[in-house]
T-cell receptor, first 112, second 114 residues
Framework: GESVGLHLPTLSVQEGDNSIINCAYS??????FIWYKQESGKGPQFIID?????DKRQGQRVTVLLNKTVKHLSLQIAATQPGDSAVYFC???????????FGQGTELSVKP | DSGVTQTPKHLITATGQRVTLRCSPR?????VYWYQQSLDQGLQFLIQ???????AKGNILERFSAQQFPDLHSELNLSSLELGDSALYFC?????????????FGPGTRLTVL
């Protein structure tokens, strides 16, 4: 598959363990945040989102935490599986606009 | 499969040339977005169209232009190409214009400028 070949931070976990991916966002006025997953050769895929009036949101096996005080976002993946191996990006938006501002991304590698 | 299609999948061209990338949004989506993913800049927003009109602009170079046609497909035109324009170009679509509308990304066009 194709990849951009970015030199990204890498997180390596054992299958079945929990993963935590962190992101520092740039704009304290951002009001909506999204986590995307990008597999090799594919476009980013929505995982979970959170609005700025919340500090936690849970999905299926994923949880997003938002700390506005320190402009920090995290993605927790429970019981990580080999299929979770991908690059994960956080994105932020401002004033409900459609423009997404992406973080640099973290490569998650899951060892069987 | 997100439902967003992009053509071509790969494009190899020379410096100074002009290329056109094409995107067909998901059925029913009125917004189209273009993003560039490069080695040094990561994923960057270029431009957004909604129902044929430009809605938001990012750090899009003057050599780049886009449009959305009445059938809602979009084209990104890149001219006077430079080596640094080599990147993956993604199109995304959403039903509306606000951020809370999920953006669905296409598979991308890999542009190589030699």
């Amino acid at each position: 598959g194709e990849s951009v070949g970015l030199h990204l931070p890498t997180l390596s976990v054992q299958e079945g363990d929990n993963s935590i991916i962190n992101c520092a966002y740039s704009n304290s006025a951002s009001d909506y945040f999204i986590w995307y997953k990008q597999e090799s050769g594919k476009g980013p895929q929505f995982i979970i989102d959170i609005r700025s009036n919340m500090d936690k949101r849970q999905g299926q096996r994923v949880t997003v935490l938002l700390n506005k005080t320190v402009k920090h976002l995290s993605l927790q993946i429970a019981a990580t599986q080999p299929g979770d191996s991908a690059v994960y990006f956080c994105a932020e938006t401002l004033n409900q606009g459609g423009k997404l501002i992406f973080g640099q991304g973290t490569e998650l590698s899951v060892k069987p | 499969d997100s439902g967003v299609t992009q053509t071509p999948k790969h494009l190899i061209t020379a410096t100074g040339q002009r290329v056109t990338l094409r995107c067909s949004p998901r059925s029913g989506d009125l917004s189209v977005y273009w993003y560039q993913q490069s080695l040094d800049q990561g994923l960057q927003f270029l431009i957004q169209y909604y129902n044929g009109e430009e809605r938001a602009k990012g750090n899009i170079l003057e050599r780049f232009s886009a449009q959305q046609f009445p059938d809602l497909h979009s084209e990104l035109n890149l001219s006077s190409l430079e080596l640094g324009d080599s990147a993956l170009y993604f199109c995304a679509s959403s039903v509306g214009i606000i951020s809370y509308n999920e953006q669905f990304f296409g598979p991308g066009t890999r542009l190589t400028v030699l």
